[in-house]
């Protein structure tokens, strides 16, 4: 059976979830509240969300979020028994069909050729690349910004911010951030998890060494590795600076966006 997630708890969600990804190239081990924390923050909507049961048992959900007239697929999951049954084409279907022509956003691991196809098979095309980074050099304490401008900071940025870290995932986060920086440049972590959603410095105040100051700060403020998520191919002067910095390059994802209009005539059930 097939209905919207409204009413289903972060509990039954989170196992589901963890079991789904058991054997994803980079495995997922959600606690109920990690998986609202991330699910909020992206904006997500039970109603147009949906899951797939087998008596009482959740086997498969897509989980979907919005922001104005956009929306995005923060998850597809099947668990490993109830895979190659058309399930999550099916799942995606339904978030389609209730979609009234919004755009659809999504990422996806470069290397996860399967759900490429599934999802070049319902429209979606490749919009852009990116590369995620971990972070986990030097960490040294830096001033808490006052009153950060982030819309002129984030303006700063070279390329458009991937979903989770836009201004609007940001604002939504249940988990307030810590905001480092001053007039050059600002950085934004979240605590529980090290995520970097924005590390901006103002064109006229690079190669300075402010970068660098504002990573090691972000790195004290929470004491953990940093992540540092889905950043464009095209930021090719960010690139370069996490390299130098001693950032690690980790996974490589694919966006990839469905309009209105695109796309095969979904399957007919």
């Known amino acids: 059976m097939i209905r919207s997630l409204d009413g289903v708890g972060w509990d039954e969600l989170a196992a589901a979830f963890t079991e789904a990804f058991s054997d994803y190239a980079v495995p997922m081990q959600m606690t109920p509240a990690a998986l609202a924390t991330m699910q909020v923050r992206r904006g997500y909507v039970a109603s147009s969300s949906f899951g797939a049961w087998e008596g009482s048992r959740l086997v498969g959900f897509v989980l979907t979020c919005r922001d104005g007239a956009r929306i995005y697929n923060s998850g597809t999951g099947v668990v490993p028994g109830r895979r190659r049954g058309g399930l999550a084409r099916e799942l995606v279907e339904r978030v389609i069909a209730g979609a009234a022509g919004a755009p659809y956003v999504l990422e996806v691991l470069e290397t996860n050729a399967k759900a490429i196809a599934l999802y070049e098979a319902v429209g979606f095309v ?63 972590v979240f605590p ?73 005539t979904l399957a007919r059930r």
């Open 126 to 188: 490749e919009t852009r690349r990116f590369q995620c980074w971990t972070y986990a050099g030097e960490a040294r304490p830096g001033a808490i910004a006052t009153d950060p401008e982030l819309e002129a900071f984030a303006a700063e940025a070279d390329v458009e911010l991937s979903w989770q870290n836009s201004l609007a995932s940001i604002r939504r986060a249940p988990e307030p951030p810590i905001v480092l920086g001053d007039a050059h440049g600002i950085v934004v």
């Open 192 to 264: 529980a998890n090290g995520d970097v959603p924005l590390l901006a410095v103002r064109r006229d105040a690079r190669r300075r060494g402010h970068g660098r100051n504002l990573l090691a700060a972000a790195a004290d403020a929470v004491g953990k590795p940093l992540r540092i998520l889905n950043l464009d191919d095209r930021a090719t002067g960010i690139a370069a600076f996490l390299d130098a910095a001693g950032a690690t390059r980790t996974a490589r994802q694919l966006e990839m966006v469905r309009r209105p209009g695109d796309g095969r």
